[in-house]
């Protein structure tokens, strides 16, 4: 079998293990949005030379035990990685997507980001764009809406959290998360590429959240 056999093998194995674990799952993290992060990763990645197997394989895998419903940092990237590694692809690669799943997520305003390879840099730009733009308002009412929480509350100003367990503890609205990180993630985007389309997105996510508070106040 050629290398490039291999590949498409193990893609579209991949592809068949993210559509079996999220499905239609209703919190954001869906077969879509792999499939999305997957496509925007490699127009990233294509710009900025990073190898494709890696970026399309762990872009497809990054969700496959979010943290969120896990409750573990380590299942995703272990997943994978046991999950690689029965496919015979080689343990160097096998690691190197591992750690990217593992460093991926963002984890509040007030944690920095571990530096990630440029195979790392690709996924966490698409992953991030993914929670911004319309795409990205989509994705936070959808989750708000499964966690049950309120769409905003004018009475809480903007909450932002210093630390990760302050962040993943918060119970806040829907509107404060575009305050606690969409809004953010502008300046937290790695490449040339990525901060491209991050430009416009940011402006749609910002344009949105006007408007929804001037009618909000009866201002529009
Ligand atoms: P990702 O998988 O893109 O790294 P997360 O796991 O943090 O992002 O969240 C998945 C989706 O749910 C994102 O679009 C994110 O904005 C949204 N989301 C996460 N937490 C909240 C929240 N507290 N309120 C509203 N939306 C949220
Ligand atoms: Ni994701």
Known sequence: MSDDDFRAGVISAAEELVRERLGADATGHDWFHADRVRRTALRIAREEGADLFVVELTALLHDIADYKFSGSEEAGPQL??????????????????????????????????????????????ADRLDAIGAIGVGRAFAYGGWDKR???????????????????????????????????????????????????????????????????????
């Not at 080689?90 to 571990?114: C, F, M, P, Q």
């Not at 367990?165 to 937290?188: C, M, P, S």
């Not at 416009?200 to 929804?212: A, G, K, N, T, Y």
């Open 80 to 125: 994978a990685q046991a999950w690689l590694i029965g496919k015979n692809v080689d343990a160097e690669t096998a690691e190197a997507v591992a750690h990217i799943i593992r460093h991926l997520s963002y984890k509040g305003a007030g944690v920095a980001d571990v530096p990630l390879s440029l195979e790392g840099q690709c996924v966490q730009d």
């Open 150 to 220: 309120l769409m905003h509350d004018p009475d809480v100003p903007p909450t932002m959290h210093a630390d990760v367990a302050a962040y993943r503890a918060a119970k806040g609205t829907t509107v404060n998360h575009f305050y606690e990180k969409l809004l953010l993630l502008k300046d937290r985007i790695n490449t040339k590429a990525g901060a491209r389309i991050a430009e416009h997105r940011h402006q749609v996510l910002s344009d949105f959240l006007d408007e929804f508070l001037a009618e909000w106040d009866a201002k529009d």
